[in-house]
Every structure is written in C-alpha cells, then in structure tokens.
C-alpha cells in the first residue's frame, strides 16, 4: 500500500507499511518516552509539515487534558495542564472521536472554547485520538505553522500513527502507575501497627508509670483529628508518643509519615514538604509528591517544628486550615486527608515573641499540648528503660542471651541525672554490651552524680582523657568554648563561629547536652 503525501508544497509517495514499521521501530528504540517522540518527530518531519508533536491524554482525576510528553521547534505549544471547562469531558465522550481530523477552530464547539488555551490562532493542528481496547485515552496532536497545512491527502498516513501510539500512551500511563504506587509503598508504615496492637499504653515503656498521664492524654486525642503538639527536652520519646497517637487513632492503617523538619535543608524545605511539579526548578525532571501528600489518609509527624523558615511556616498554616497543598510550581491546590502531630523541644511562645516563629501558627498547633516529662522527673521507669534496651540491643548486636544485670547497678543508674533522656540511656546500654566482657552489667562508665555531669576531662595512667563517653567529651569542650565567648553564641566572637558551625545546631547540641547558656533576647 502506498500512499501519496504532500510536505511543505512537494508531492512524495510513501509506503505505508514501511512508514509503520519505521515509526514502531522509533517508538521502541528507546525505554524513555521523550526520547522516542523526538526519534518519531524527526522522521516525520520529512513526511508531514510538523513544527511540534505533543502526547496527551484526558486526565479524569486532574479533570484536566494534560500534556505527556512534546517535541517541538520553535512554536507555541499548549500549557502542560489544561483545566476542562464544566460539562466538557461529556461532550468529548459524546462525540465518540476514532478516526484522525483537522481541527476546526471556527465552527467546533469544542475546540473554539479550547482555541485560546492551547494556542490554535495561526497554527493548524492535526488531531489522531489514541484508543485502547475501544476507551479513548487521549491523542496525538501534529502542529504546523500557518493555515490550512493539513489537507485530506495526510489523514490516511495519520491513521497509521494511531495503533503504535496508541501502545505506547498506554506504556507510559502504565509506568506513571506503577511509580505512584510504589511511592505509596515505601510509606506504608502498616507493619508499625502489629509492633503497637492494642492498648498504646502497652507500647510505651513507662506507660502505666511515669508517662501514665501523657498515655491518658494519648487516649483522649488519639480517636479524634485534632491537631497535636508535644513538647519535651531532646530524647524523651517524643516520636514515640507520636506513634502511639497514630496506632490508637482510626487512621492506623493509613501511613506514618514521619518528617525531622530541622534536618531538611532549607533550600529544599519546601519540595520536600509540599512536592513540586515538573519544571519548577532547575532539576526537577519529573513531578514529585511530597510528605503531605503522602500522608494522605493518615498522619504526618512534623519533629522538630520549631526549625521550620518562615516561608514553610506560611505553607503549613494554609495546609492546617484548608487541608490541602500546593505544589511548588503548581497552579492548583490539592486536597489533602491528614492528621498533623508536631513536636519541639523549643520554647515556642518564646519564638514568637522574638519574631521566629509565626503567632497564628503557634494557635493552630498548640490545640492540645503533650508534655512529655524528662527521665529525671520519672527515674521509676529507669529499671524498665534499662532491662528493655539490654533485651533489644543484645538482639541487635547478635548476642545469644542478653547478659544479667548486676545488683546495685539499677539504683545507680536511678541516680543519674540523663541529661540526654532516654536516647542517652539507649546509647549508655549499647556501649555497655560491647565493652561486654562477661559477668552482669555494672554500668561503672556512668558518671556518679548529677554534680559531676559537667565535670573537666582527667588525665587517666595510660594517657587517655576522661570521661571516655564522647557526650560527655563534646559537653566539656563545648562548655570551654562557650566560656571564652563569655556566653556569646551568635555573631562575631560567639561560640558559633569559634566551632565552626551554624547557631541554630549549636543551641540543638547544648539542649541535647543539658548545657545552660544565654538564650536569644536576654541579657
């Protein structure tokens, strides 16, 4: 079969089958999408007048036509997203497009109230609608510049592009799925709710002791969407309240998503949080979701709110009080079903008095405040810490039977302060099995006494400095520092810039710590 085309003003026949296998060839000579279409534009570029060829499809979800993939030269190509005016996606139903047709601008009532969206005005546009198994999925759009360049003599050619095409919208779509998904399922935290089934008292280590009250509070709020904030010194288990929220909630069979906002950088805050669409910025190669987005049906764990810039603070407020996101670059809101759970071990109203953290914001979070109360305010639930972390670390570690734990060793444990809470207590255990040598747990590393937690390094007999425990090394030469600051963090001369590093993270250290310093705004 050969078929007789005209290409910019010059007559050439060609072989349809041999065009058919040329494009199929094209379409499969590459795994990705965008460099196919542009291996298909070239070749027709010598058979049809074409300045661009442009992939789409008819999104329901989005309501919207939207642009897959485009080759183009220097011409005007529609918008990537193109919103469907009400009742339009029945009128394209209705008229059951099938076979290629030029589009008419003039007289179409379809496409004349698309023309000044897409930029029809002095471009003919040829249009192969792309079925599968009878269900129209979308099209292939042929643009050339000037009027009337698609006669009749190129319809019967264009319908050899529908088939081939046709295969692989329906490729990509099916790649598009299977990329969601599997976002989807790298946040799936499902298997949590088997580590925390029933009672979230049972869960936490403390709950029926030290921590019955904030598991009272967990009880109370867990059932209902009430936005919750806890607050608590560095490793207290603040994360771990925050589960126990969630597994006793209805949502616990949505995700957990759980997101340290003072270890995103800040140039990057916002995609993170809030995705972003194709194109937004200079490497953002394909749309991404953000943590909002997938927390849709369950909760998001906002750790460490405190360290959120100004600009995601905006961000979050509109997300509180409309529940829904915007993409960075994006045009259009997008719903969202979430629960939000922040936490801080800042003083937030502090903040807001010296202008770092938004007013409105802090009324929106602090609805209902969980206090989580540092280990020294409930040294009862010390001995449960420790025999817990000895089972699990030993687990970890690869030892057969977690060793005994020597008499008095408990009580002197029960003495220390924990500065560092329980992730203090944690690392102590951890240390403690790996310098193991046999016999019961002594502890003896610890330090005897809340007196002595700051205490200056001694030269030990082989040399070595005391305390061995890097903490307690980091707590020391932190404290020297800060002594010739005179107290200073910030600026010029401030402990800061003699550690090199940046204020905020200094602050986060010393609370981490237990270091008392002169905090912002005092004098």
Not at 50 to 72: C, M, N, V
Request: charged content about 25%; proline content about 6%; some cysteine.
């Amino acid at each position: 079969m050969k078929t007789t085309t005209e290409d910019r003003g010059t007559a050439s026949v060609v072989n349809a089958d041999e065009f058919i296998r040329e494009i199929t060839l094209r379409i499969c000579g590459s795994l990705e999408i965008k460099e196919s279409l542009c291996s298909v534009f070239e070749y027709l570029k010598g058979q049809f007048p074409l300045e661009a060829l442009i992939l789409f499809i008819i999104d329901e979800r989005l309501g919207a036509i939207r642009r897959i993939e485009q080759a183009s030269e220097d011409i005007i190509i529609p918008p990537q997203i193109i919103p469907l005016p009400e009742g339009m996606a029945e009128k394209i139903a209705a008229r059951n497009f099938s076979g290629p047709f030029v589009v008419d601008a003039v007289n179409d009532d379809i496409f004349r109230a698309f023309a000044p969206l897409v930029g029809l005005g002095g471009n003919t546009d040829l249009i192969i609608p792309l079925r599968v198994k009878g269900v129209l999925l979308g099209g292939l759009n042929l643009r050339a510049r000037g009027q009337g360049r698609y006669g009749e003599e190129f319809l019967e050619l264009a319908g050899c592009l529908a088939e081939p095409f046709a295969t692989a919208l329906a490729n990509a779509l099916a790649h598009e799925e299977v990329l969601r998904y599997q976002a989807i399922l790298l946040d799936d935290k499902r298997f949590l709710n088997r580590e925390l089934h029933g009672d979230a008292a049972d869960g936490v280590i403390g709950g029926n002791t030290g921590l019955r009250n904030v598991m009272e509070m967990v009880s109370q709020v867990a059932r209902l969407n009430s936005t919750v904030l806890i607050l608590g010194e560095t490793g207290t288990g603040k994360e771990l309240i925050a589960n126990a929220i969630h597994f006793s909630s209805l949502r616990k069979n949505g995700p957990f998503i759980t997101v340290n906002c003072g270890a995103l950088p800040e140039n990057l805050i916002d995609s993170e949080l809030f995705g972003h669409e194709r194109g937004a910025f200079t490497g953002a190669v394909a749309e991404n979701r953000g943590r909002f987005e997938r927390a849709d049906g369950g909760t998001i764990f906002l750790d460490e709110i405190g360290e959120l810039p100004p600009t995601a603070q905006v961000r979050l407020l509109r997300v509180l009080q409309n529940r829904e996101v915007e993409r960075v670059g994006g045009k259009r809101p997008i719903p969202v079903d979430i629960r939000v759970i922040a936490a801080t071990h800042r003083n937030l109203q502090n903040m807001v008095m010296e202008g770092t953290f938004r007013e409105d914001l802090w009324y929106r979070l602090s609805g209902f405040p969980i206090m989580v109360p540092p280990v020294r305010q409930r040294k009862e639930d010390v001995p449960a810490l420790t025999r817990h972390f000895v089972a699990v670390r030993s687990r970890d570690l690869g030892i057969g039977v977690p060793p005994s734990i020597a008499p008095g060793a408990l009580q002197r444990l029960m003495e220390y302060d924990w500065p560092g809470n329980v992730r203090e207590l944690e690392n102590l255990v951890e240390r403690e099995l790996i310098l193991h040598r046999g016999g019961p747990l002594t502890f003896s590393s610890i330090l005897p006494g809340p007196e002595q937690k700051n205490m200056p390094p001694v030269a030990g007999n082989n040399g070595s400095l005391y305390p061995l425990n890097l903490d307690e090394a980091n707590a020391v030469h932190i404290t020297q520092v800060l002594k010739l600051a005179e107290g200073k963090i910030d600026g010029s001369g401030g402990a800061a810039e003699m550690l090199g590093i940046n204020p905020s993270t200094l602050r986060s250290r010393l609370d981490k710590l237990g270091i008392s310093y002169r905090r912002r705004g005092k004098r």
